[in-house]
Antibody, heavy 123, light 107 residues
Framework: QVKLQQSGAELVKPGASVKLSCKTS????????MSWFKQIPGQSIEWIGM????????GYNQKFKGKATLTVDTSSSTAYMDLSSLTTEDSAVYFC????????????????WGQGASVTVSS | DIQMTQSPASLSASLGETISIECRAS??????LAWYQQKSGKSPQLLIY???RLQDGVPSRFSGSGSGTQYSLKISGMQPEDEGDYFC?????????FGSGTKLEIK
């Protein structure tokens, strides 16, 4: 079955960077997309961006341009997200999720999610 | 960006009660609307996609309806395991955007 296994919780200092991983199994990663999301506990969810594993092509939410960088390693079926110049406002849980295109409507839906990775930015 | 206005923010229901949650989009999203359930400390679980299609394995007491800018999720017969947070997601246009969420509790 489809599985997305994310890396563990991170405690980082302000100004630092962190790299989160999302290791996939159960489907063909190299011809699939991956999306990343941010959720502050008790709040709603924000879409950060999406990457196509086939060619590394990316699309970002304007809000996260310069903050997040998405990459993939097709040899290990793993997606990565780098978060840079961290501030306390970046403290959140970050999810990876697999986007699928809905044939009947042409839009996107996330049908499988990682378990989430908590990032805490504190000195 | 497409704004998703979700209501109510919280809801308390008795066992067996039927409840509805609404999402209104700021523009037509052509049925590209999904509903998710999220339990505390867990990742979102897909319930409904394309406005009214039930995801495999999801109980049939969950149903979705709507078109254009107005969508709703119905739970026909509240069960204890239905407690949690519910979010709508529009997948029509980037950036993808979520509703603000509904906290559903047992009365």
């Amino acid at each position: 079955q489809v599985k997305l296994q994310q890396s563990g919780a991170e405690l980082v200092k302000p100004g630092a960077s962190v790299k989160l991983s999302c290791k996939t199994s159960g489907y063909t990663f190299s011809t699939s997309y991956m999306s990343w999301f941010k959720q502050i506990p008790g709040q709603s969810i924000e879409w950060i961006g999406m990457i196509y594993a086939g060619d590394g092509g990316t699309g970002y939410n304007q809000k996260f341009k310069g903050k997040a960088t998405l990459t993939v390693d097709t040899s290990s079926s793993t997606a990565y997200m780098d978060l840079s110049s961290l501030t306390t406002e970046d403290s959140a849980v970050y999810f990876c999720a697999r986007p699928c295109i809905i044939r009947v409507t042409g839009g996107y839906v996330m049908d499988a999610w990682g378990q989430g990775a908590s990032v805490t930015v504190s000195s | 960006d497409i704004q998703m206005t979700q209501s109510p923010a919280s809801l308390s229901a008795s066992l067996g009660e039927t409840i509805s949650i609404e999402c209104r989009a700021s523009e037509d999203i052509y049925s590209n609307l999904a509903w998710y359930q999220q339990k505390s400390g867990k990742s979102p679980q897909l319930l409904i996609y394309a406005a009214n299609r039930l995801q495999d394995g999801v109980p049939s007491r969950f149903s979705g309806s709507g078109s254009g800018t107005q969508y709703s999720l119905k739970i026909s017969g509240m069960q204890p395991e239905d407690e949690g947070d519910y979010f709508c997601l529009q997948g029509s246009k980037f950036p993808l955007t979520f509703g603000s969420g509904t906290k559903l509790e047992i009365k």
